[in-house]
Every structure is written in structure tokens, then in C-alpha cells.
């Protein structure tokens, strides 16, 4: 096998071919207004966010084809067969370069494609794995609906089996990037009769076969990365459900513990210099680097981020020994949406009014799209309460909540 420093001089090698490095300090770096803290779903334009994620397939499919897409993933399927330290080693080294957006891979790497390896029979498992890694596929998680979000157990979009088909039919809700998704993962009812939990059946379906519309929704941050989608006798073969019938729950519990480890540690300040360069460079230009208190917030912020860097590393290293991620993803969301929203604060604090109003000046309106989005950051992946009570009664081991 390949040793860890022959291997990270060769990713260097590849890097330096294709990408430009990023500057290494916040001084160095231009602030692109509007573009910093948008992601490209939330680009409004759709000739520029087209644009956007084809440069980010042409950049995965470039990684990929060099074996630098999917580092620790199984030969067999197209991947590089190397521990995990691996491809935290090239994450690393990639952060030092110019790169386009790559969140619209978020979902699919994140969340879609664990579960796929875990639920999916082999031969879906071989043909979509591979094409998720690559760039080739985007794919979206289709869970919350109009009367199921944090119950996610009380969801109504129904499954009837009709041969080797399945016909879906309902509603789901606050979709990301179903509007660019070539393949969703959706959790319906098969069982409207059965027990709430043993009534669902999970099943992966391609977004372009008749019956499915997607539909956008406007966002108070000016973008449409959410979308309501509607399924209307819409099929899916069989060979496309994930786990048994039936088994629906615990094959989105799969999805969703991973979407928490996503977005825990995921949680950044989008491409380019890192967050405190960002922030260190904002209390430079608004003078609050000459504030005492402005200056232990940012030290408190600092703080957090390092602890939360240790907590995802711990989080790693639990869910490659035991093969699945576990309830304690949960501390992991929170705190990284925590720390978002502390982030947020701070830069709204050191700009005071220049946050609201695009002036033109460097690095102030930039912020607004983050300071508006935040605040869906503790509803995602789990509401903050929900993320609790798993804590509370999974990872501590305290009582369940009073029912009703």
C-alpha cells in the first residue's frame, strides 16, 4: 500500500496541475461581493447556478478519473481502497486551492451515498455509487413533508406495490437541490395500516421519470435552494427500495445520523480562505480589532472551532469502527450549528447597519446571506430540540420525555 507521504506528494502534484492556490492570508484574498457565503443553489440566476454546478461535476469527474474522488472508498467501485487518513490528508491539502462550489455534492456524498452502501442491493450499489463520487449524479433526500418534519415517523406520501413497481403518490418538503437532482432517496408509507415506525419503506428514484414535479421556493435570503416536489403516480422498481418493506425507519435513521455528521462538520464559511481569516480581515476593516471585547469573542470563536474540529475527528474515528454513525452525531450537529450561529452574531455585531444595505463596500453585504440563512441551520438535519432529546435519552441515558 501506498504510505502516507508518497501519497500526499502526489496529490500536491496533482493539485499544483490543475488549480491555482488560494491566497494564505486574508489580506492577500479580493471579497467577492454577493459570491462569498453563496452556495451555488442560492445563486438565484439560473444561467449562473447552471453554471456553477457544471463546473463542479467537471471538477469531481477530474478528481475522480485521477483517483483523488472517493480516496477510502472499495476498489471495486471505482475507489482508491485507502484508509480514511487518507482522504482526510487530501481534504486538507485541497482546502489550499482555488476550487469551484462543491455543495451541490453535499446531500449526495454526505447523506445518499452511505446509505446506498449500506441498504442498496449490490447491483444499485455499483451502478450509482461510483457515478455519485464522480459528479456524474446529484442526488437529493426527499423526507420532510408539509405535515411530517421533525415527526418524521408521521409522513403520508404512500408506496403501493403494483408487480415489480412501486407507485408513489404525496408531497415532500424543503427538498435541496431537487431542482438539479438526478436521483433522490425518498421514505413513503407501504403500510398505511401498520404500526407508525414499521410502516415505511425506503426507496431511491430517479427524478426524471413521469410523475414527479419539482417546484422552487423562495428564500428570504433571495435564493431557491429549497423546492416542494409532488409525486403522482410516479414509479420505482423494486430493485431500487433500500432495505426491506417495511424497514423504511431504519434505513432513514442511516441517512439521517450522516446528515448530521455532514452538516456538523461541515459547516464553514464556503470556498476560499478559511473562516477566521474572513473574520479577522472583517475586524480589521470595521476597526474592531482595537475592541477588547469584539477581540475575546473572536478568541471564544476560535476556541469553539478547534473544539469542534476534535469533536468531528472523534466522531470519524467512532463511526469507522462501528460502521454506521450512532445518536452521539447529534452533539455534532448542535454544536456546529452553534458555532454557525455564534459566527453570524459576531459579523453581524462588527458591521452593524453596512450589513443591510449593499453599498459596495469590501466585505460587508457579503455577510448578509449568512446572517439570513443561520437561522435555517437549527432546523435542518434535526431541529435543535429534537437533537437534544437524542442526546438527552440515547447518548446520556436519562428518561424519555413525558408523552402527551
Known amino acids: 500500500m501506498t504510505d502516507l507521504a508518497t501519497f500526499v506528494a502526489a496529490a500536491t502534484e496533482f493539485l499544483d496541475a490543475h488549480r491555482a492556490r488560494r491566497p494564505e492570508?486574508?489580506?492577500?484574498?479580493?471579497?467577492?461581493?454577493?459570491?462569498?457565503?453563496?452556495?451555488?443553489?442560492?445563486?438565484?440566476?439560473?444561467?449562473?447556478?447552471?453554471?456553477?454546478?457544471?463546473?463542479?461535476?467537471?471538477?469531481?469527474?477530474?478528481?475522480?478519473?485521477?483517483g483523488?474522488?472517493?480516496?477510502?472508498?472499495?476498489?471495486?467501485?471505482?475507489?482508491?481502497?485507502?484508509?480514511?487518513?487518507?482522504?482526510?490528508?487530501?481534504?486538507?491539502?485541497?482546502?489550499?486551492?482555488?476550487?469551484?462550489?462543491?455543495?451541490?455534492?453535499?446531500?449526495?456524498?454526505?447523506?445518499?451515498?452511505?446509505?446506498?452502501?449500506?441498504?442498496?442491493?449490490?447491483?444499485?450499489?455499483?451502478?450509482?455509487?461510483?457515478?455519485?463520487?464522480?459528479?456524474?449524479?446529484?442526488?437529493?433526500?426527499?423526507?420532510?413533508?408539509?405535515?411530517?418534519?421533525?415527526?418524521?415517523?408521521?409522513?403520508?406520501?404512500?408506496?403501493?406495490?403494483?408487480?415489480?413497481?412501486?407507485?408513489?403518490?404525496g408531497q415532500k418538503v424543503w427538498t435541496s437541490n431537487a431542482h438539479h437532482a438526478h436521483l433522490g432517496e425518498v421514505i413513503c408509507r407501504s403500510d398505511p395500516d401498520g404500526a407508525k415506525h414499521q410502516g415505511m419503506t425506503a426507496f431511491l428514484v430517479d427524478m426524471s421519470v413521469p410523475g414527479i414535479e419539482v417546484r422552487p421556493l423562495r428564500q428570504m435570503t433571495g435564493g431557491a435552494g429549497f423546492n416542494e416536489v409532488f409525486f403522482t403516480d410516479a414509479r420505482v422498481p423494486d430493485t431500487y427500495r433500500l432495505g426491506e418493506i417495511g424497514a423504511g425507519w431504519g434505513v432513514a435513521l442511516t441517512t439521517l445520523m450522516n446528515e448530521r455528521a455532514s452538516i456538523g462538520s461541515g459547516m464553514g464559511l464556503a470556498r476560499g480562505p478559511g473562516p477566521f481569516e474572513r473574520l479577522i480581515a472583517l475586524a480589521r476593516v470595521t476597526g474592531a480589532d482595537n475592541d477588547p471585547i469584539a477581540r475575546d469573542h473572536l478568541a471564544r470563536l476560535y476556541i469553539d472551532h478547534k473544539v469542534l474540529g476534535y469533536t468531528t475527528r472523534r466522531a470519524v474515528a467512532n463511526m469507522a469502527a462501528a460502521g454506521l454513525p450512532g445518536p452521539e452525531m447529534s452533539v455534532l450537529k448542535l454544536a456546529g450549528t452553534r458555532h454557525l450561529i455564534d459566527i453570524a452574531d459576531y459579523a453581524a455585531r462588527a458591521l452593524g447597519p453596512k450589513l443591510t444595505a449593499d453599498t459596495g463596500e469590501w466585505g460587508t453585504f457579503a455577510w448578509t446571506k449568512l446572517v439570513c440563512g443561520v437561522p435555517g441551520a437549527r432546523l435542518g438535519g434535526g431541529t435543535d430540540e429534537i437533537n437534544r432529546s437524542i442526546i438527552g435519552e440515547r447518548v446520556l441515558g436519562l428518561p424519555r420525555e413525558p408523552r402527551p
Open 25 to 66: 492570508t486574508a489580506a492577500d484574498f479580493v471579497w467577492g461581493e454577493g459570491d462569498d457565503f453563496v452556495g451555488i443553489v442560492e445563486e438565484g440566476d439560473p444561467a449562473t447556478e447552471l453554471a456553477g454546478v457544471r463546473l463542479a461535476q467537471e471538477w469531481a469527474a477530474t478528481r475522480f478519473d485521477a
Open 68 to 169: 483523488f474522488g472517493w480516496i477510502d472508498g472499495p476498489r471495486e467501485l471505482g475507489g482508491a481502497g485507502l484508509p480514511t487518513a487518507f482522504a482526510r490528508a487530501y481534504r486538507g491539502l485541497e482546502a489550499r486551492y482555488e476550487l469551484p462550489d462543491l455543495s451541490i455534492f453535499t446531500i449526495g456524498l454526505g447523506m445518499v451515498a452511505p446509505t446506498v452502501a449500506a441498504h442498496a442491493r449490490p447491483e444499485i450499489a455499483e451502478r450509482f455509487l461510483p457515478s455519485l463520487y464522480r459528479g456524474d449524479t446529484i442526488a437529493c433526500q426527499l423526507f420532510s413533508e408539509p405535515g411530517a418534519g421533525s415527526d418524521l415517523a408521521s409522513l403520508s406520501c404512500r408506496a403501493e406495490r403494483d408487480g415489480d413497481d412501486w407507485v408513489l403518490n
